[in-house]
């Protein structure tokens, strides 16, 4: 009697691996109630794209304008500018700080020329210095009093 229900037991063993053997082959893949998830667009198209923060402020703006410069501005809570980075429509890249006064106090440029150059204001938006260097490649580094008088110029 031992050697039968041993024998009933092994018969059920190899039948229960047979069967998820068999099942395995029909149904593979994720649980059947799972839904499948959507892939995200690859690509978004817009004329502008407005970020905005928890209470629907603007923080963040990427645009292009009819004369099509490309701008990607970002402002602080008040919805004052803060940063801006530009390409304007010959292709001259430029980078704007501003002040929490609303000021430009830096600005990086890359002229279509090709001549980079860093512009320091003070808290009046006046140029006071800028750094460049010119075709040749040659540095510069003018200094300025307030109204615009070139105090400075290095070398």
């Known amino acids: 009697m ?16 047979a069967g998820g053997a068999l099942s395995g082959a029909f149904w593979h893949g994720s649980g059947a109630l799972a839904a499948p998830v959507p892939s995200p667009p690859k690509t978004v198209t817009a004329s502008e794209l407005v970020v905005v923060d928890s209470v ?15 701008t990607f501005s970002m402002y602080d809570r008040d919805n004052h500018p803060r940063a801006q980075l530009r390409v304007d429509p010959l292709g001259a890249p430029s980078v ?5 006064m609303n000021k430009v ?13 860093v512009n320091l204001a003070d808290q009046y938006a006046e140029q006071r210095a800028i750094l460049g260097v010119d075709g040749d490649g ?6 300025y009093a307030r109204g615009g008088k070139l105090m400075r110029e290095l070398p």
């Open 138 to 143: 040659e540095p510069g580094l003018n200094f």
């Open 56 to 70: 629907g402020k603007p923080r963040a703006r990427i645009n292009v304008d009819k004369e099509g410069q490309a």
């Open 2 to 17: 031992k050697k039968i229900h041993g024998l009933y037991g092994l018969l059920v063993f190899m039948g229960g691996l």
């Open 105 to 117: 106090r830096l600005t990086l440029k890359v002229g279509t020329d090709g001549i980079p150059t």
């Open 96 to 100: 704007t700080l501003y002040d929490t």
